[in-house]
Protein backbone atom coordinates (compact mmCIF):
# COMPACT_ATOMS: atom_id res chain seq x y z
CA UNK A 1 0.00 0.00 0.00
CA UNK A 2 2.85 2.15 0.68
CA UNK A 3 4.67 1.53 -2.43
CA UNK A 4 1.26 2.16 -4.85
CA UNK A 5 -0.02 4.59 -2.42
CA UNK A 6 -3.43 2.78 -2.43
CA UNK A 7 -5.83 3.61 0.05
CA UNK A 8 -6.19 0.33 2.29
CA UNK A 9 -9.79 -0.36 1.65
CA UNK A 10 -9.93 -4.09 2.22
CA UNK A 11 -8.45 -3.77 6.07
CA UNK A 12 -10.73 -0.52 6.96
CA UNK A 13 -14.01 -2.59 4.96
CA UNK A 14 -12.31 -5.43 7.26
CA UNK A 15 -12.51 -3.62 10.42
CA UNK A 16 -15.61 -2.01 10.42
CA UNK A 17 -17.33 -5.57 9.11
CA UNK A 18 -16.15 -7.07 12.41
CA UNK A 19 -17.19 -4.17 14.28
CA UNK A 20 -14.25 -2.21 15.46
CA UNK A 21 -14.79 0.99 14.65
CA UNK A 22 -17.75 1.17 17.57
CA UNK A 23 -15.37 0.07 19.90
CA UNK A 24 -15.57 3.16 22.20
CA UNK A 25 -19.17 4.09 20.67
CA UNK A 26 -22.17 3.69 23.35
CA UNK A 27 -24.35 0.54 22.50
CA UNK A 28 -27.38 2.07 21.58
CA UNK A 29 -25.86 3.04 18.24
CA UNK A 30 -23.98 -0.31 17.90
CA UNK A 31 -21.14 0.52 19.57
CA UNK A 32 -19.26 -1.88 21.55
CA UNK A 33 -19.10 1.02 24.71
CA UNK A 34 -15.76 -0.08 25.79
CA UNK A 35 -13.33 2.61 26.71
CA UNK A 36 -10.12 4.28 25.78
CA UNK A 37 -7.98 1.90 27.07
CA UNK A 38 -9.43 -0.99 25.36
CA UNK A 39 -8.79 1.27 21.70
CA UNK A 40 -5.68 2.11 22.29
CA UNK A 41 -5.01 -1.78 22.50
CA UNK A 42 -6.24 -2.37 19.48
CA UNK A 43 -4.72 0.46 17.83
CA UNK A 44 -1.38 -0.66 19.32
CA UNK A 45 -1.98 -3.45 17.96
CA UNK A 46 -2.85 -2.82 14.61
CA UNK A 47 0.20 -0.86 14.34
CA UNK A 48 2.24 -3.31 15.72
CA UNK A 49 0.86 -5.95 13.20
CA UNK A 50 3.58 -4.32 10.73
CA UNK A 51 0.36 -1.89 9.61
CA UNK A 52 2.19 0.94 11.01
CA UNK A 53 0.25 3.91 10.57
CA UNK A 54 -0.48 3.11 7.16
CA UNK A 55 -2.94 0.42 8.53
CA UNK A 56 -3.66 3.09 11.71
CA UNK A 57 -4.40 6.06 10.49
CA UNK A 58 -7.16 5.04 7.88
CA UNK A 59 -9.13 4.19 10.64
CA UNK A 60 -7.72 6.68 13.73
CA UNK A 61 -9.90 9.18 13.40
CA UNK A 62 -13.77 7.30 13.22
CA UNK A 63 -12.60 5.98 16.67
CA UNK A 64 -12.32 8.57 18.83
CA UNK A 65 -12.93 11.54 16.49
CA UNK A 66 -16.88 11.65 16.98
CA UNK A 67 -16.21 11.98 21.24
CA UNK A 68 -17.56 15.54 20.87
CA UNK A 69 -20.45 13.85 19.29
CA UNK A 70 -20.89 11.68 21.77
CA UNK A 71 -20.72 14.47 24.91
CA UNK A 72 -21.96 17.32 23.13
CA UNK A 73 -23.95 16.17 20.20
CA UNK A 74 -28.17 15.92 20.70
CA UNK A 75 -29.84 12.79 20.08
CA UNK A 76 -30.82 13.17 16.59
CA UNK A 77 -27.16 14.06 15.37
CA UNK A 78 -25.97 10.87 17.46
CA UNK A 79 -28.24 9.00 15.63
CA UNK A 80 -27.83 10.28 12.24
CA UNK A 81 -23.72 10.40 12.77
CA UNK A 82 -22.53 7.56 14.84
CA UNK A 83 -24.70 4.83 13.09
CA UNK A 84 -22.80 4.77 10.11
CA UNK A 85 -19.67 6.05 11.19
CA UNK A 86 -20.11 2.54 13.30
CA UNK A 87 -21.02 0.77 10.55
CA UNK A 88 -17.91 2.03 7.75
CA UNK A 89 -20.45 3.63 5.53
CA UNK A 90 -19.30 7.00 6.70
CA UNK A 91 -15.43 7.98 7.26
CA UNK A 92 -15.22 11.25 8.78
CA UNK A 93 -11.61 13.39 8.75
CA UNK A 94 -10.88 16.09 10.97
CA UNK A 95 -10.20 19.94 10.25
CA UNK A 96 -8.12 22.21 12.73
CA UNK A 97 -4.98 22.99 11.50
CA UNK A 98 -4.65 26.19 9.45
CA UNK A 99 -2.06 27.34 7.10
CA UNK A 100 -1.30 30.78 8.56
CA UNK A 101 -2.01 29.94 12.58
CA UNK A 102 -0.47 26.14 12.91
CA UNK A 103 -0.61 25.05 16.69
CA UNK A 104 -1.62 28.25 17.67
CA UNK A 105 -5.00 26.60 17.53
CA UNK A 106 -6.94 30.08 19.16
CA UNK A 107 -5.89 32.58 16.25
CA UNK A 108 -8.27 30.33 13.66
CA UNK A 109 -9.47 32.35 11.17
CA UNK A 110 -11.85 30.36 9.02
CA UNK A 111 -15.30 31.79 9.50
CA UNK A 112 -18.72 30.91 9.61
CA UNK A 113 -21.60 33.18 9.53
CA UNK A 114 -25.05 32.19 10.14
CA UNK A 115 -27.56 32.60 7.41
CA UNK A 116 -31.37 31.30 8.48
CA UNK A 117 -30.90 27.96 8.91
CA UNK A 118 -27.34 27.74 7.22
CA UNK A 119 -23.89 28.94 8.35
CA UNK A 120 -22.00 29.71 5.51
CA UNK A 121 -17.63 28.77 5.87
CA UNK A 122 -15.40 30.35 4.19
CA UNK A 123 -11.44 29.65 5.06
CA UNK A 124 -8.99 27.13 4.65
CA UNK A 125 -7.29 24.00 6.30
CA UNK A 126 -4.29 22.00 6.26
CA UNK A 127 -3.09 18.95 6.60
CA UNK A 128 -6.60 17.11 6.74
CA UNK A 129 -6.06 13.55 7.40
CA UNK A 130 -8.17 11.12 4.89
CA UNK A 131 -9.97 13.70 3.24
CA UNK A 132 -9.77 12.02 0.25
CA UNK A 133 -11.62 9.43 0.52
CA UNK A 134 -13.53 10.46 3.44
CA UNK A 135 -17.53 11.75 3.33
CA UNK A 136 -17.52 13.58 6.87
CA UNK A 137 -15.46 16.05 8.38
CA UNK A 138 -15.17 17.10 11.77
CA UNK A 139 -14.42 21.33 11.04
CA UNK A 140 -13.54 24.08 13.71
CA UNK A 141 -14.26 27.67 12.70
CA UNK A 142 -14.19 30.91 14.46
CA UNK A 143 -18.08 32.30 14.63
CA UNK A 144 -17.52 35.34 16.26
CA UNK A 145 -14.15 37.15 15.35
CA UNK A 146 -11.48 37.05 17.47
CA UNK A 147 -10.93 40.60 18.32
CA UNK A 148 -14.79 40.38 19.64
CA UNK A 149 -14.32 37.85 21.94
CA UNK A 150 -13.76 37.70 25.51
CA UNK A 151 -10.89 34.83 25.64
CA UNK A 152 -9.50 33.57 22.61
CA UNK A 153 -11.23 30.16 23.40
CA UNK A 154 -14.49 31.46 22.97
CA UNK A 155 -16.20 32.34 19.51
CA UNK A 156 -15.31 28.66 17.76
CA UNK A 157 -17.65 26.77 16.93
CA UNK A 158 -17.86 23.01 16.00
CA UNK A 159 -19.63 21.28 12.83
CA UNK A 160 -19.81 17.85 11.39
CA UNK A 161 -21.21 17.80 8.17
CA UNK A 162 -20.76 16.20 4.73
CA UNK A 163 -17.62 17.00 2.92
CA UNK A 164 -18.96 18.48 -0.07
CA UNK A 165 -16.14 18.51 -2.55
CA UNK A 166 -18.13 20.88 -5.16
CA UNK A 167 -17.72 23.55 -2.06
CA UNK A 168 -14.45 22.27 -0.86
CA UNK A 169 -11.09 21.80 -3.19
CA UNK A 170 -9.21 19.41 -1.45
CA UNK A 171 -5.55 19.25 -2.64
CA UNK A 172 -3.02 16.29 -1.85
CA UNK A 173 0.33 17.18 0.12
CA UNK A 174 2.89 14.42 -0.94
CA UNK A 175 4.73 13.49 2.40
CA UNK A 176 7.66 11.84 3.26
CA UNK A 177 5.89 8.79 4.97
CA UNK A 178 2.48 7.26 4.63
CA UNK A 179 1.86 7.29 1.27
CA UNK A 180 -1.09 5.48 1.61
CA UNK A 181 -3.11 7.31 3.88
CA UNK A 182 -3.56 11.34 2.20
CA UNK A 183 -3.08 14.41 3.76
CA UNK A 184 -4.50 17.74 2.27
CA UNK A 185 -5.57 21.68 1.91
CA UNK A 186 -8.48 22.33 1.70
CA UNK A 187 -9.78 25.60 0.67
CA UNK A 188 -13.73 26.93 0.43
CA UNK A 189 -15.87 30.23 0.02
CA UNK A 190 -19.52 30.55 0.39
CA UNK A 191 -19.64 27.21 1.55
CA UNK A 192 -23.35 26.56 3.05
CA UNK A 193 -23.40 24.04 6.03
CA UNK A 194 -26.87 23.33 7.33
CA UNK A 195 -27.21 24.65 11.39
CA UNK A 196 -28.64 21.05 11.85
CA UNK A 197 -24.45 19.94 11.63
CA UNK A 198 -23.57 22.41 14.34
CA UNK A 199 -22.30 20.55 17.46
CA UNK A 200 -23.38 22.06 20.78
CA UNK A 201 -23.75 25.73 21.62
CA UNK A 202 -22.00 28.36 18.92
CA UNK A 203 -19.43 29.27 19.96
CA UNK A 204 -18.00 26.92 22.38
CA UNK A 205 -16.26 24.15 19.85
CA UNK A 206 -13.07 24.97 21.65
CA UNK A 207 -13.80 22.96 24.52
CA UNK A 208 -15.60 20.11 22.74
CA UNK A 209 -12.21 19.55 20.81
CA UNK A 210 -9.81 20.16 23.76
CA UNK A 211 -12.11 16.73 25.49
CA UNK A 212 -10.97 14.53 22.04
CA UNK A 213 -7.21 15.94 21.60
CA UNK A 214 -6.07 14.19 24.49
CA UNK A 215 -7.86 10.90 23.73
CA UNK A 216 -6.01 11.30 20.34
CA UNK A 217 -2.82 12.17 21.94
CA UNK A 218 -3.30 8.78 23.77
CA UNK A 219 -4.51 6.88 20.98
CA UNK A 220 -1.79 7.92 18.88
CA UNK A 221 0.75 7.30 21.32
CA UNK A 222 -0.65 3.94 21.61
CA UNK A 223 -0.17 3.30 17.88
CA UNK A 224 3.98 4.89 18.07
CA UNK A 225 4.60 2.09 20.51
CA UNK A 226 3.19 -0.21 18.37
CA UNK A 227 5.21 0.41 15.59
CA UNK A 228 8.61 0.49 17.60
CA UNK A 229 7.60 -2.95 18.66
CA UNK A 230 7.42 -4.09 15.00
CA UNK A 231 10.44 -3.02 14.23
CA UNK A 232 12.45 -4.15 17.61
CA UNK A 233 10.47 -7.70 15.97
CA UNK A 234 12.08 -7.29 12.53
CA UNK A 235 14.95 -6.63 14.04
CA UNK A 236 15.54 -9.03 16.48
CA UNK A 237 15.09 -11.35 13.52
CA UNK A 238 17.25 -10.73 11.39
CA UNK A 239 19.55 -10.70 14.33
CA UNK A 240 18.86 -14.13 14.85
CA UNK A 241 19.84 -15.26 11.28
CA UNK A 242 22.21 -13.27 9.96
CA UNK A 243 25.49 -14.75 10.06
CA UNK A 244 28.82 -12.44 10.24
CA UNK A 245 32.30 -13.19 11.30
CA UNK A 246 30.64 -16.99 12.04
CA UNK A 247 28.41 -15.84 15.08
CA UNK A 248 24.88 -14.37 14.34
CA UNK A 249 25.02 -10.52 14.59
CA UNK A 250 22.79 -10.18 17.54
CA UNK A 251 25.15 -11.91 19.65
CA UNK A 252 27.39 -9.29 19.41
CA UNK A 253 26.15 -6.54 22.28
CA UNK A 254 26.77 -3.72 20.15
CA UNK A 255 23.48 -4.94 18.09
CA UNK A 256 22.04 -6.22 21.30
CA UNK A 257 21.57 -3.71 23.93
CA UNK A 258 20.44 -0.95 21.66
CA UNK A 259 17.89 -3.34 20.83
CA UNK A 260 17.16 -4.05 24.30
CA UNK A 261 17.05 -0.99 25.68
CA UNK A 262 14.58 0.69 23.04
CA UNK A 263 12.08 -2.19 24.38
CA UNK A 264 12.68 -1.28 28.12
CA UNK A 265 11.75 2.29 26.72
CA UNK A 266 8.80 1.45 24.76
CA UNK A 267 7.56 -0.66 27.39
CA UNK A 268 7.78 1.84 30.15
CA UNK A 269 6.04 4.14 27.69
CA UNK A 270 3.30 1.49 27.19
CA UNK A 271 2.29 1.46 30.83
CA UNK A 272 2.37 5.20 31.17
CA UNK A 273 -0.04 5.34 28.20
CA UNK A 274 -2.08 2.63 29.58
CA UNK A 275 -2.61 4.33 33.11
CA UNK A 276 -3.45 7.86 30.79
CA UNK A 277 -6.14 5.67 29.06
CA UNK A 278 -7.11 4.60 32.21
CA UNK A 279 -7.47 8.09 33.67
CA UNK A 280 -9.10 9.53 30.78
CA UNK A 281 -11.96 6.62 30.87
CA UNK A 282 -12.54 7.02 34.80
CA UNK A 283 -13.06 11.06 34.28
CA UNK A 284 -10.00 12.65 35.38
CA UNK A 285 -7.85 15.16 34.30
CA UNK A 286 -5.51 13.41 31.76
CA UNK A 287 -3.51 16.87 30.50
CA UNK A 288 -0.26 16.27 32.04
CA UNK A 289 -0.26 12.62 31.28
CA UNK A 290 -1.55 12.83 27.40
CA UNK A 291 0.97 15.27 26.72
CA UNK A 292 3.97 13.15 28.56
CA UNK A 293 3.03 9.78 26.77
CA UNK A 294 2.54 11.88 23.73
CA UNK A 295 6.37 12.90 23.79
CA UNK A 296 7.41 9.48 25.42
CA UNK A 297 5.53 7.80 22.49
CA UNK A 298 7.11 10.10 20.00
CA UNK A 299 10.71 9.82 21.09
CA UNK A 300 11.06 5.98 22.11
CA UNK A 301 9.23 4.60 19.23
CA UNK A 302 11.88 6.80 16.87
CA UNK A 303 14.45 5.34 19.06
CA UNK A 304 13.39 2.00 18.40
CA UNK A 305 12.53 2.64 14.62
CA UNK A 306 15.83 4.30 13.99
CA UNK A 307 18.11 1.13 16.12
CA UNK A 308 16.23 -1.46 13.99
CA UNK A 309 17.36 0.06 10.34
CA UNK A 310 21.05 0.60 12.27
CA UNK A 311 20.72 -3.13 13.68
CA UNK A 312 20.22 -4.49 10.38
CA UNK A 313 22.80 -2.89 8.03
CA UNK A 314 22.06 -2.12 4.72
CA UNK A 315 19.10 -4.31 4.63
CA UNK A 316 17.73 -1.92 7.16
CA UNK A 317 17.25 0.54 3.97
CA UNK A 318 15.94 -1.91 1.91
CA UNK A 319 11.98 -1.33 1.42
CA UNK A 320 11.62 -5.34 1.34
CA UNK A 321 12.52 -5.32 5.24
CA UNK A 322 9.84 -2.97 6.31
CA UNK A 323 11.59 -0.97 8.62
CA UNK A 324 12.65 2.01 6.64
CA UNK A 325 8.76 2.36 6.27
CA UNK A 326 8.56 1.99 9.89
CA UNK A 327 11.00 5.18 10.45
CA UNK A 328 9.67 7.05 8.10
CA UNK A 329 6.24 6.97 9.27
CA UNK A 330 7.85 7.32 12.99
CA UNK A 331 8.31 10.82 12.44
CA UNK A 332 4.11 11.26 12.30
CA UNK A 333 3.87 11.58 16.10
CA UNK A 334 6.82 13.67 16.78
CA UNK A 335 5.50 16.35 14.78
CA UNK A 336 1.14 15.60 14.90
CA UNK A 337 -1.57 15.86 16.53
CA UNK A 338 0.55 18.27 18.63
CA UNK A 339 4.28 18.70 18.87
CA UNK A 340 6.54 16.71 20.68
CA UNK A 341 7.49 20.99 21.69
CA UNK A 342 4.51 21.83 22.77
CA UNK A 343 4.22 18.76 24.63
CA UNK A 344 6.72 19.60 26.57
CA UNK A 345 5.53 23.47 26.48
CA UNK A 346 2.61 21.62 28.45
CA UNK A 347 4.35 20.22 31.16
CA UNK A 348 6.63 23.03 31.92
CA UNK A 349 4.21 25.09 32.68
CA UNK A 350 1.28 23.28 33.96
CA UNK A 351 3.22 20.71 36.00
CA UNK A 352 6.49 22.85 36.30
CA UNK A 353 5.27 26.19 37.11
CA UNK A 354 7.41 27.56 34.58
CA UNK A 355 6.36 30.65 32.89
CA UNK A 356 4.68 30.32 29.60
CA UNK A 357 7.04 30.69 26.66
CA UNK A 358 4.46 31.35 23.80
C1 LIG B 1 1.06 13.45 8.70
C2 LIG B 1 0.28 14.54 9.36
C3 LIG B 1 -1.09 14.40 9.51
C4 LIG B 1 -1.85 15.41 10.08
N1 LIG B 1 -3.21 15.26 10.16
C5 LIG B 1 -3.98 16.30 10.62
C6 LIG B 1 -5.40 16.23 10.59
O1 LIG B 1 -5.99 15.22 10.18
N2 LIG B 1 -6.12 17.30 11.00
C7 LIG B 1 -5.52 18.46 11.46
O2 LIG B 1 -6.23 19.41 11.83
N3 LIG B 1 -4.15 18.56 11.49
C8 LIG B 1 -3.39 17.52 11.09
N4 LIG B 1 -1.99 17.60 11.10
C9 LIG B 1 -1.39 18.86 11.53
C10 LIG B 1 -0.60 18.75 12.78
O3 LIG B 1 -1.46 18.66 13.88
C11 LIG B 1 0.30 20.01 12.78
O4 LIG B 1 1.29 19.82 11.78
C12 LIG B 1 0.92 20.23 14.04
O5 LIG B 1 -0.08 20.63 14.95
C13 LIG B 1 1.99 21.30 13.94
O6 LIG B 1 1.48 22.48 13.34
P1 LIG B 1 2.34 23.22 12.22
O7 LIG B 1 2.83 22.23 11.26
O8 LIG B 1 1.57 24.36 11.64
O9 LIG B 1 3.58 23.78 13.03
P2 LIG B 1 3.92 25.29 13.44
O10 LIG B 1 2.86 25.83 14.34
O11 LIG B 1 4.26 26.06 12.22
O12 LIG B 1 5.24 25.07 14.31
C14 LIG B 1 6.46 24.71 13.68
C15 LIG B 1 7.46 24.23 14.71
O13 LIG B 1 7.74 25.28 15.63
C16 LIG B 1 7.61 24.77 16.95
N5 LIG B 1 7.08 25.83 17.83
C17 LIG B 1 6.14 26.77 17.53
N6 LIG B 1 5.90 27.52 18.60
C18 LIG B 1 6.69 27.08 19.61
C19 LIG B 1 6.88 27.44 20.97
N7 LIG B 1 6.22 28.45 21.56
N8 LIG B 1 7.78 26.74 21.69
C20 LIG B 1 8.48 25.72 21.14
N9 LIG B 1 8.32 25.32 19.85
C21 LIG B 1 7.44 25.98 19.10
C22 LIG B 1 6.62 23.64 16.86
O14 LIG B 1 6.78 22.73 17.93
C23 LIG B 1 6.96 23.05 15.52
O15 LIG B 1 7.99 22.08 15.66
C24 LIG B 1 -1.22 16.59 10.55
C25 LIG B 1 0.18 16.74 10.41
C26 LIG B 1 0.92 15.74 9.82
C27 LIG B 1 2.40 15.94 9.66
Known amino acids: MDNSARWPSEFQEAVAKDGWLGIMMPSQYGGSELGLAEATVMMQTIAESGGGYTASSCVHMNIFGLAPVV ?30 TGLDTLKLQSLATR ?34 VKKPSEGLTLFYTDLDRTQVSVTEIKKMGRAAVDTNSLYFDNWRVP ?22 RILLSGEAVGIGYAALRHASNYARSRVVFGRPIGQNQGVAHPLAKAWCQLESTRLMIMQAAKMWDEGFETGEYANAVKYLAGENAFTACETAVCSMGGMGYAKDYHVERFLREVIIPRLAPVSR ?18
Open 341 to 358: EMCLNYISEKVLELPRSY
Open 195 to 216: ASDRIGAEGQGFKMILHGMNAE
Open 71 to 100: KYGNEEQRRRFLVPLIEGKERACFAVTEPN
Open 115 to 148: QGDHYVLSGSKIWTSTAQVAEKILILVRTTPLDQ
